[in-house]
């Protein structure tokens, strides 16, 4: 699978949206996007995951560049409920391959 | 989405003893489970792939004699950790496979702790 980079830490104001970045510059063509998070001391969450074409669900949006190199996902008004560490992962779909987690994005949603 | 539960959510134990943890799948049928690994701060490992009927794919470094995985239905599977020490004590995850939608779910984890 590809790696990504992510930053280490971001903040945002409750209420506003989260924009976090993901960088997958070595994707391949057959690889997916997929997000997921990880609130304190649960196991990790699905958000939304996406080939190359913008994706919404009623948790988040993403965003795919159209190199797909990099993605953002979006949470259009962050709560505070929304503080967790987000990863971005790229794998092939369709499969139960392994996921490989980096080391994600802690994000501090604050009042 | 899919439901998958883990068993216990904590346990505590002494050093030199066994610990299982188990892992469903509620409402979906799953071929092949994950067990995962998370040390405070850290990022979650991956310890080994787990087949229904076969025997578990272990990550390089994993030992699979003091990590024993079973997965003997399609709903449960099972890691043992045998022997437990104190540098065992960590957050173990368990995810799974479901083949009718091509997604993978997680379970809350277990937190173990060995005195």
């Known amino acids: 699978d590809a790696k990504t980079t992510q930053p280490p830490s971001m903040d945002c104001a409750e209420g506003r949206a989260a924009n976090l970045p993901c960088n997958h510059s070595?994707?391949?063509?057959?690889?997916?996007v997929y997000w997921y998070r990880q609130i304190h001391s649960q196991g990790p969450q699905y958000i939304i995951h996406?080939?190359?074409n913008n994706e919404t669900n009623e948790m988040a949006s993403l965003i795919i560049t159209e190199d797909r190199k990099s993605s953002t996902l979006i949470l259009p008004h962050a709560t505070l409920r929304d503080t967790a560490v987000y990863y971005c992962i790229v794998r092939v779909t369709g499969t139960a391959s392994k996921l490989t987690f980096g080391t994600g994005t802690r994000l501090q949603v604050t009042l | 989405g899919a439901v998958v539960s883990q068993h216990p959510s904590r346990v505590i134990c002494k050093s030199g003893t066994s610990v299982k943890i188990e892992c469903r799948s509620l409402d979906f049928q799953a071929t092949t489970m994950f067990w995962y690994r998370q040390f405070p701060k850290q990022s979650l490992m991956l310890m080994a792939t787990?087949?229904?009927?076969?025997?578990?794919?272990?990550e390089q470094g994993v030992e699979k004699d003091k990590f024993l995985i079973n997965h003997a239905s399609l709903t449960l599977s099972t890691l043992t950790v045998t022997s437990a020490h104190p540098e065992d004590s960590s957050f173990y995850i368990c995810?799974?496979?479901?083949?009718?939608?091509?997604?993978?779910?997680f379970g809350p984890g277990t937190r173990l702790t060995v005195l």
């Open positions: 996406g080939l190359k």
């Open positions: 070595t994707i391949s063509g057959n690889e997916y």
């Open positions: 787990s087949n229904e009927g076969s025997k578990a794919t272990y």
């Open positions: 995810s799974a496979w479901d083949t009718s939608i091509n997604e993978q779910f």
